[in-house]
């Protein structure tokens, strides 16, 4: 195959493993081939990383057709509008940034900030255009303010800007004058000011970076941050489309302060959680130097947002971070800065308010990959630093409270009941409450998140106790299940028992002609009684190795029937006197039967009474099963010719069939059957109750239902013999 | 005149000497003519795209009554040769007039074509690379040629080109991963 066909081949697939397994496979030996398409392979990841500065040339043809065909040229001496051109201090993707000197009606410097050449698409002048009224919207110290807005001869717009002179970045501004970690918390605290205000009309910057907050170069006792460049920020306004000017295909964003949102949704779906992420990030490098990404991530390495490798990893705490020597080659980043900010934050452990661990966990709240994990406002991040600052408790910390608490209900789920936990729950959250209640007012929102986690916890509790019914459901009829095969196996046991002990005693023989091939008890063991209509589901009696089972017994038990009961009865002919047992499998059991018929075998209990006995001590006593096998041993009376007994076995059947709600038929059944022993005692006027019992069941459950026909025949039958009788 | 396009390109269809150099210098005359009047009308307030150019010359020229897909496909790639022969042009104008041929493609502030240049490097690094893919890769150039330089859609291309959509998609996404990669490595070497 050529390259091409095995590149798109290996593209098909999602992951770069499968990718690679494919190239592998489709190249075979061919190593060189392989290594060509490989690197092809990479280039095309690198190329589909949004987060990637290597968008191809190809990509871009409007770019390249609009700058050639641009005639103006922007340099310095250059006059546009009011404003001479006098150096680049700034470059975004769409947009260059000039320091320009104002001429009318006054003399100053300016931010010009001009769109590039080529980037004069309708969607990108528009959001040009919106990026001063958005800024107009924002009155605050914070923001610089737009002076001028004005359109180029070549049909460009422009906007003139306050101008922060000598301005360094926060980031170059805390290296410059040395700050201590306490400063330079008061920098993004002061910063969280700024985004509040800006959020609060509406605005998400989303695209909050060191290079966009700028701080005035020289020494400042409160130095105070200028929020810059609104060029992609978000204009909130619930029901209203025109914000989307901002936001439709907006892949803009700087990677490393980008919420995993910004870089993965839609733009659309973005919100002011994502602006608390970049400060988080912001306050992370302000703390130790470097980004998250930069710190915990291979920085060899790239890994895009997409990647598993981004999602799984942890950012390191700040506090490691600084312990850590190993990651110190980020350019901007050198030894020293760290060593630096090292320093500084040994003492910030003992001076400042909170300790190292609590700052931690602001920043890592604030970073969250999910941002339902975050602070949910700039405001939250702001006062959380506040509080650090003083001294006081930090929110970050509480989720860890919680947590426990979650932990400990979910520990004891399993042994106490649902209601028990919930209990708890409550009153739990009560002390929770009342503890909260004597702290201070801004407590109160941390009660109502955790009020409201308790609610979750509750209803996990409840929805935990639902499913452990369920179980509780299939794990009880499981349990009948086996409990009524081990019951089954018990009897079997005890009537085996029996009929060996009967053997041995001799109280087995006398004739043994004509008796049936495999004993009754079988027949009822392995299948319903062959005169029932109804039949219960025996399935599981029917196993091959319980059938197996019996078979064996019937065999040792007939052998020792048999030893027992030839040398004293001595009626079998001589020729068969070495048993005719262990050579015929078929007239083992049939010794035993006899046995059974000839009621030699004093106790006469049958294993459908053993079962009975067995069944009344594990089941409870109107259980359907029970009166299943009363059926059974109603009619095996009946069938010995002893309706007396059938009476006293199927009038409790009756009753436990009449109380369960869906057997209709097994119920119509017993009574037929009762009728019949009320018919064999020759108790007519109760037959004949019973007869008309059973036809009103039988109306009930109708003619479309199952075996009523067989039923319905019987009970004519049934009819037919009382008038006889009678 | 508007008629005679199709005659141009039934000759290159059989293979007539010169005929496809007849048909470059015709379509690229007509495309300078659009630009030159839409430019002069709009004061160059807004710069036209290929995709409008290459059009409006194939209804200008009468495209519309052109059969068979060979005759579209031989004009759109006169299209996009004359449109990349006057992007190469003016590249290597403005890499020769104002850089003495140094190789640094850092921006230089006080030059008036400080974002101009970067693009004519990468420009005529694209060209090189597509030089180079030629050899083994000819469909492939030729979609990243009526894609880059026609602004035509896969759609269009798969029609004049006579493969499926899907195909076409395949050959684009191969040739742009070659050809970046072939650029970026250069780059670095």
Known sequence: MSDDEIFCAAIENESKEEQRACVETLCGDNAEQFQRIWSLLETHHKMHCRDHDSQSILDRPDLVFRTFSDESKLAPGKLIGNYVLCELIGEG??????????????ERDVALKILKPGMDSQRILARFSLEHQVINRLEHAGITTVFDVGVQDNGRPFFAMELVPSALTITQYAERFQLSIQQRIDLLIATCEIIQHAHQRGIIHRDLKPTNILIEGVPQDSPSPRIIDFGIAKVMQPGDDSSSVTTIGDRFGTPAYMSPEQALMSASSIDIRSDVYSLGVLLYELITGSTPRDASLDSAIEYPWTSEAYWQYTPLPPSRV???????????????????????????GKSAGGSMHELDLIVLKSIAKDREDRYQTVADLQRDLQRFRNGEPVEAVGPGLLYRLKKWIVRNRGISTAVGGLLITIVITSILTTYYAFRTRQAEQQVRNQLQATLNTQKEVLLERDRAKEAMRQSQSLLRVLQVQSVTDRSLSRFLQKILESAQRGEIGTESTNAPAIPIEIEVLTKPHDRLIVRGDWTWTSSRLLSEIINTSFKITSREAAKAWSPTQNTLPADQSNS?????????????????????WKNRESFQHLLLEELRLVLPQHDPFIAEVLDNCGLQALDKNRPDEAEAFLSESVQIWEESQNHLSNLAQSELFLAEAYLRQGKHSLSDSMLSQADQTLGKLGDSAPHSSELRSFYRQLQAELSSQK | MTNSITQYLEAVRRGEPGASQALLEKVYDSLRQIAANRLGREHGREVLQPTELVHEAWLRLGGNEVTGWENRFHFFSAAAEAMRRTLIDNARRKQSSKRGGAQSKQYVL???DLVTLP???????????????EKTYPIHVQVVKLKFYAGMTMAEIAEVTNVSVATTERYWVFAKTWLHHRMSSTEDA
């Open chain 2, 110 to 112: 006080s030059d008036d």
């Open chain 1, 322 to 348: 600084q312990e850590s020597h190993s990651k110190l080659d980020a350019a901007h980043d050198s030894m020293e800065t760290r060593r630096s900010i090292r320093q500084k934050t040994a003492f910030a």
């Open chain 1, 580 to 600: 005719p047992a262990i050579q015929s499998p078929d007239s083992a059991p049939a010794i035993a039967e006899t046995a059974i018929e000839n009621r030699q």
């Open chain 2, 119 to 133: 693009l004519a490097d990468e420009l005529l690094d694209l060209d090189d690379a597509l030089l180079d893919m």
């Open chain 1, 93 to 106: 993707a769409t947009s260059l940034v000039f320091r320009a000197r104002q001429t009318k009606p006054i």
